[in-house]
């Protein structure tokens, strides 16, 4: 069974940094693309950002480009988000999301990402 | 960037009752729309995509239809677990969604 377990939420302030992890489990996680999306309060799902399964193309919303960095560690089946220069409107529940043929297939249960003063 | 629109953003049914949902795109998408099923403090769940083709698992009162830029979620005949939040996505140029549809009780 596929499994996503997110950690590393919080309460973060604006300008500060945090950095969220991705547990996987259930599937071998070095074959597969990998996403984060995030679901603001009251706000339609968003995608954040894109790796591949190697960890050589990364891709990002226009709305996180140059504050946030995606990576993953292959060995330890680990999916992180570096978040730097954070914004009050980036306060959400982030998700990791694996990717089969293009298509987000599974999800983890999210992780509580607060930015306030 | 390609947008995604839902419609209603909330319906109000009753169990039996035949649901439908629009999800519509800015351009088009060919056949690479999903539906997600989602239930208050839970991630979203993947009923449907490519469009038309039903997850392994998801009751068969779900289909979906639609092609290019106009897509329809139906539920047959609506039973009491069926009450959530409903989102398309697109994945043919990254990845959006559509804002959401609730189906609630009458």
């Known amino acids: 069974e596929v499994q996503l377990v997110e950690s590393g939420g919080g309460l973060v302030q604006p300008g500060g940094s945090l950095r969220l992890s991705c547990a996987a489990s259930?599937?071998?996680?070095?074959?597969?693309?990998m996403n984060w999306v995030r679901q603001a309060p009251g706000k339609r799902l968003e995608w954040v950002s894109y790796i591949s399964g190697g960890g050589e193309t990364t891709y990002y919303a226009d709305s996180v480009k140059g504050r946030f960095t995606i990576s993953r560690d292959n060995a330890k089946n680990s999916l992180y988000l570096q978040m730097n220069s954070v914004r009050i409107e980036d306060t959400a529940l982030y998700y990791c999301?694996?990717?089969?043929?293009?298509?987000?297939?599974?999800w983890g249960q999210g992780t509580l990402v607060t930015v306030s003063s | 960037d390609i947008q995604m629109t839902q419609s209603p953003s909330t319906l109000s049914a009753s169990v039996g009752d035949r649901v439908t949902i629009t999800c519509r795109a800015s351009?088009?998408?060919?056949?690479?729309l999903a539906w997600y099923q989602q239930k208050p403090g839970k991630a979203p769940k993947l009923l449907i995509y490519q469009a038309s083709s039903l997850k392994s698992g998801v009751p068969s009162r779900f289909s979906g239809s639609g092609s290019g830029t106009e897509f329809t979620l139906t539920i047959s005949s609506l039973q009491p677990d069926d009450f959530a939040t409903y989102h398309c996505q697109q994945y043919n140029n990254y990845w959006t969604f559509g804002q959401g549809t609730k189906v609630e009780f009458k």
């Open positions: 351009q088009s998408i060919s056949i690479w």
């Open positions: 999301a694996r990717i089969e043929q293009q298509l987000t297939d599974s």
């Open positions: 259930g599937f071998t996680f070095s074959t597969h693309e």
